[in-house]
C-alpha cells in the first residue's frame, strides 16, 4: 500500500476515533407539548416520547437537574454517568398529565420553564398542577412573566420580565427559582446581565450543543426536540450531532 495512502488512512481513522469518543459535556434537551397534535412542530406524540424516554434509559442515560449541573462545577454534586438534562419550555398541561407519568416510568426527570401569566389558562398548567410536579422531581424555571422575547423588548422591561416572573414563582411554590430559558432562544449580552442581577444562575437558549464548565452560564446549549420525522432515528441523530458541534467547539 502507498505510504501516502496509509498515512492518509490512519488520518482518517484519528479524526473519526476522536469525534466519537465521549465527552464529559452534558446535553440538555429542549421540549414542548407532549401529545396528539400532531400539526404542531414543537409537539411530540406520547408514543414518540416514550420511545425517546425508553431510548435514554436503556443507553445508560441519567436524567439530571440543572441545579445538579452547576453544582457539580463546584464540587458539591457528583454526576452520574451520562448525565442529560430534560427540560420543556411554556408550562403545557399535558407536561404533567402526559410527559411525567412517562418520565417517572423510565425513572427520569425534567426542568419546566413557566410563564407566570399563563398558568390556569387553557391547554396550560394550573398552580397546583406546578406544585405537584416540584414534589414529583421536577425543577421550575421562569419563561419570563409574559412570554415574550427578550430581544424584542427593552432594558427596564426585560429587568420586569425576569424578576416578576422569578418573584411570582417563588411566591406560589416557595421555592428559589435559579434558572431561565429565553423564549424564542432569544438573549443578548444585556439581557444575560439582567438575569445575573435579578439572581438567577444560568438561563438556557436556542443555541445547538453541549455543555461542561466552560460553557456561558446565561448562554446554555441544547438540544431541540421538534415532531420527529425520522422516528427515533432523527432523535438520535439530534444527540449525536450536538456531540460534534462540541468536539469541534462550535
Known sequence: MNKFLACGILFMVAILGWLFWPTNAVPILAYHQVGEVDEEIYSVTASQFEEQMKYLKENGYHAISLEDLFNSYTGKTALPEKPIVIT????????????????????????????????????????QQVADMQKRHTEIGSHTMSHVGMNEINATEQRREAAESKAALERQIRTSIQFFAYPYGQFSAGAQQILKETGYRGACTGLAGLNNENTDPYALKRINVPQPKYGLWEFRLRLFRAHIYSKLGL
Not at 88 to 106: H, K, R, S, W
Not at 108 to 114: E, G, L, Q
Open 88 to 127: 420543556f419550555d411554556d408550562g403545557y398541561e399535558d407536561n404533567y398529565l402526559t410527559a411525567l407519568p412517562i418520565m417517572e416510568q423510565y425513572g427520569m426527570s425534567a426542568t419546566v420553564f413557566v410563564v407566570p401569566s399563563l398558568i390556569g389558562t387553557t391547554d396550560y398548567l394550573s398552580w
